[in-house]
C-alpha cells in the first residue's frame, strides 16, 4: 500500500551477497578500507553490519571539509570515551604527519579497552590529502587486538597502501558494492515488494545496481507505484525526497546543508520553533540519506544531498541566502563554534550579531591554515565605524589576532579606531570604566606595534597597569605561546648591533611590569635571553645556571615555550662541551613536554628546537613541515616565520644544497631587516658566506661572511660562527683582527672538539633519525618483520637499513648492537 505524505519508512538495509561475504572476515583485521563513489550505499552497509552490543563498541567520525587539525581533534576525542589517557597523547601531537606515524601506531597500542571497538571515519577523502600517505598503516598495525578503524573513502589515490600486510587490512571497492539483478530482487522482498521480471528488469537498468538510486527508486514505488524514469541523481532527489517537502521544511534542510553538522538542539534553532515538522522528521528518522551518530548526538547529511541542498541555496533570493547564513551562524554560536559562527554572519552581513560573539584566542588557533587571517581582514573591512565602535572587546581581540597573523596595516588600522574611541568615550556610548579598561588594552595592543624595542614596549605596558588599575583581567582569553611559538628570546629581541647588553638590561627591568600586567605570561624570558647570550660568547657555566632558573620560573607559571627556549640552549651547551648525557636528558626533556605541554603551538616549538640543533649532530632528519615554507608560512605566526625559515636552511645547507640557500637566504633578508631581528641576518649572511665559498665564488664568500661579523662581532656573538668552523676556517684565517680572533677560534675548537666527542661518545651521532630507531628495536630484540610493522615500512627497507647501521657502526651482528646498547651506546 502507497505511503502517505506524512508517514515515516526506514526501509530495511540489505547488503548484497558478495559484499557481505567479504564483510564477514572483517573482524579478523584492524583495518578496513571502504573505497567506492558516493552513494554506493558504504555508511548505510557499515552502520547496519557494526551494531554496538555487550561485546562491541563502534565510534564515528564523519569529515565534513574542515580544517585537519580540526578533524584529528575530532577523532582524538572519540578515545575519550574510553581511555583518556590514550585521547591526550593522541592530541598533543596536533596532527599526524611523516614523522609521527609511527608514535601514533605506539599510542594506540597502549590502549585500554575489553571489547572490540571500531572506529569509522567517514568521508575520509577530505582530509585524506593533508595527512602522511602511510596513515593507513599506522591504523593497521598499531598491535590492540581489540581496536578496529573502518576507512570510508570514495578515493584513496593519495594514500599508499601497498605496506599494509595481508593480515593486518582488507580492501573492499567499488565492484563488491554493486547490486546484482537478484540482489536487487532479495532488497525489496526484505521491504515488503515482490517485483515481476519486467520490473526487476527496469530497475536494473534505471539504478544500474547504484545503492543510492534503489533507495530512492523503493521510496517512489512505495508512494507513487511505480519507479522515477530519471536521468540524474540530483532528478531523482527532487522527485522522491523535495517534492515531498513543505516549503519551511526545504528551508530548513538548506539551511541545515551550510553546518558541517547538527544536533537537535541545533534543528530547533534552525526551523525558530522547539517542534520540528512533520516531513523533516521523516528524514531525521528515515532513510539512508542523514545519518546520526549516538555517540556524538549529531546528525550528518549525505554528500549527495548535500550536494542537491548547496544548489538549491545558489537558487534563492539573495535575501532568503543570507537569512539562511544567519541561521547558520547562530547555530554554530549556540555550541560554542564561533570561528565557523563569525563565518556564517560575515556571510550574512549581520556583523553586529558577529562582533557580539564572545571570542577568543583558541577560536583560531585550529583554523589558521583555512584562512583565518583573510576572514578576519575582511571583517574588519566590511564593518561600519559605528558598528565596531560598539564592540570594543571584540574589536580589540580582532586586533590582536591580526597582529599575531601578520596582517600590520590592518592592525594598526585597528589600534587607531581603538584610540578615536577612547579619545571621545561619551560620542561612542563608553562609561568610565569601560573606557578605563580599553585604554588599557589599547596601551598592550600598541606595544606591539614597538616590538622589538624593550624600552618602548614597557612603557606600554606601564601605561597599561596604570589604566587599568591592575593586571589585565581577561589575559586568558588572549593566551598563547609567549615566543608566538619559536624557541628562542634572542632571537626576537636582540635588534641593535652592539647594544646587546643595553638590551639585556632592559629586559631584566621591563619583564616583570609585563608579567605583573599579564598575572605571570613571560615568566623566565628575561633569565632564557641572559643565558643564550651567555652562550653565545662562550660563557657556558653562567648560560647553564640562568638555563635552569628561567626552567625554574617559566615552568611553575606554565610559560611552556620559554621553558623550550632554555632547553635547546641547554642542548647547545651539551654540544659545546661534548656532554652527552646533558644532551640526552635534555632531548628527552623536550620531546616529552612535546606530549604534555599546555599551549597550543607547543608542538611545533618543539620541534623547531630540535630540528635547529640536531642537524649539527649529523641528524638531518628534521620533520616534513619545516621542509615546506608555504605550509610553514601557514603554521607559524608571522613573527616566528623566520626562525622556521633560519631552521629550513640550516637544513639544506647539510644536504649540500647550496644554489637553493643562497636564493632563499637572499629573498628573506629584507623581512628580517624589516623586523630587526639580527639573529636571522647573521645566520642568512653566514649561511650564504658558505654556500658561495662551497660553489667557489670566493669574493661574494668574503662580503658575506664580512656581513655577518660586522653583526655579530660588536656583541660578541661567537657560537653561530663556531658552529660551522670547518666550512669557515679557509676564510677566517684570512681574518687579522686580534679584537676577537682568539675568542673566537677558542670557541670553535671547543665545539668541534664536544660535537665530535658526542657524535663518537653516542654512536647515534654517526646514524640517521631512522636508523636511530631500527637500531634501538634492533637490540631490543626485534625481528626485521617486527621492526618492519612497527614502523609501517616494509621489511625491505629495514634490510637496507640494517646494513647502513652495520656499516656506519663497525659491526657484523646483531650481538654486536645489543653489546653497543648495553653500554647505553645506543
Known sequence: MPLNANQSFKPNVYIPAALLKRLDSIYNYPLVILQAASGFGKTTVISEYLRPSDTCQVYWYTCMGEPVRKAWHGICKLFSHFDKSVAKQLETLEYPTQENIADIAEIMRGCDIDKDTWFVLDNFQYIQN??????????????????????????????????????????VQNDAFFFQKEDIDSYFRANGIALSRDELKNLQMLSEGWAAALNLQLLRYLKEGDFELADSMDNLIRSVIWKRLEPEEQRFFITASLLERFTVEQAYILLGTDTIPAGVVRL??????????????????????????????????????????????????????????????????????????????????????????????????????????????????IVFELFRAGRYAAFKKGCSLLEEMISHPQQNGLQDADARILTGQLALLESFTAFNDIEKMSALHRRAWEALGGPFSNRADWNDSWTFGQPSVLYMFWSASGFLDRELACMDECLPYYIRLTEGHGTGADCAMRAEAFLMRGEDAHAEAFCHKAMYLAGIQGQDSICVAAEMTLLRIALLRGDEELFDSVRKSILERAKTGGEPAIKRTTDLALAFVSV????????????????????????????????????????????????????????????????????????????????????????????????????????????????????????????????????????????????????????????REVSKLAAGGLTNKDIASRLLVSQETIKTTMKSIFQKLGIRSRVQLQGLKDEGKI
Open 130 to 171: 593533508e595527512l602522511p600517505a602511510r596513515i593507513l598503516q599506522a591504523f593497521s598495525c598499531h598491535g590492540c587486538s581489540r581496536l578496529h578503524f573502518v576507512v570510508i573513502t570514495q578515493s584513496f589515490d593519495s594514500l599508499d597502501i601497498s605496506g599494509i600486510q595481508a593480515d593486518q587490512g582488507i580492501l
Open 284 to 397: 531525521l528518522d528515515g532513510g539512508s540519506f542523514l545519518r546520526y551518530e549516538p555517540e556524538n548526538g549529531v546528525y550528518t547529511l549525505h554528500s549527495l544531498l548535500k550536494r542537491f541542498l548547496r544548489q538549491e541555496l545558489k537558487k534563492a533570493p539573495a535575501a532568503a541566502i543570507d537569512r539562511m547564513h544567519k541561521l547558520a551562524a547562530d547555530a554554530y554560536a549556540a555550541v560554542g563554534e564561533r570561528y565557523y559562527a563569525l563565518c556564517g554572519y560575515l556571510e550574512a552581513g549581520e556583523l553586529e550579531a558577529l562582533l557580539s560573539l564572545p571570542l577568543k584566542v583558541a577560536d583560531f588557533s585550529l583554523y589558521s591554515e583555512a584562512g583565518s587571517a583573510e576572514v578576519l581582514e575582511r571583517v574588519f573591512k566590511e564593518c561600519d565605524r559605528e558598528i565596531l565602535v560598539c564592540y570594543p572587546q571584540t574589536l580589540s581581540m
Open 616 to 771: 649539527l649532530t649529523g641528524d638531518n632528519a628534521i620533520p616534513e613541515w619545516l621542509t615546506d615554507l608555504e605550509r610553514m608560512n601557514k603554521v607559524l605566526y608571522t613573527v616566528a616565520f623566520p626562525f622556521g625559515v633560519l631552521t629550513y636552511l640550516r637544513w639544506l645547507l647539510s644536504q649540500g644544497r647550496e644554489a637553493k640557500v643562497l636564493g632563499i637566504a637572499q629573498g628573506a633578508l629584507a623581512a628580517v631587516e624589516e623586523h630587526r631581528f639580527l639573529l636571522p641576518q647573521v645566520y642568512f649572511h653566514l649561511f650564504s658566506a658558505i654556500a658561495y665559498y662551497r660553489l667557489r665564488q670566493q669574493a661574494e664568500a668574503a662580503v658575506s661572511l664580512e656581513r655577518a661579523l660586522s653583526i655579530a662581532l660588536p656583541d660578541e656573538i661567537y657560537l653561530p660562527f663556531a658552529e660551522y668552523s670547518e666550512a669557515l676556517a679557509p676564510m677566517l684565517k684570512e681574518k687579522t683582527d686580534s679584537s676577537y680572533r682568539n675568542e673566537l677560534l677558542a670557541l670553535c675548537k671547543r665545539q668541534t672538539l664536544g660535537t665530535e666527542k658526542i657524535r663518537k661518545a653516542s654512536c647515534f651521532g654517526q646514524l640517521t633519525q631512522r636508523e
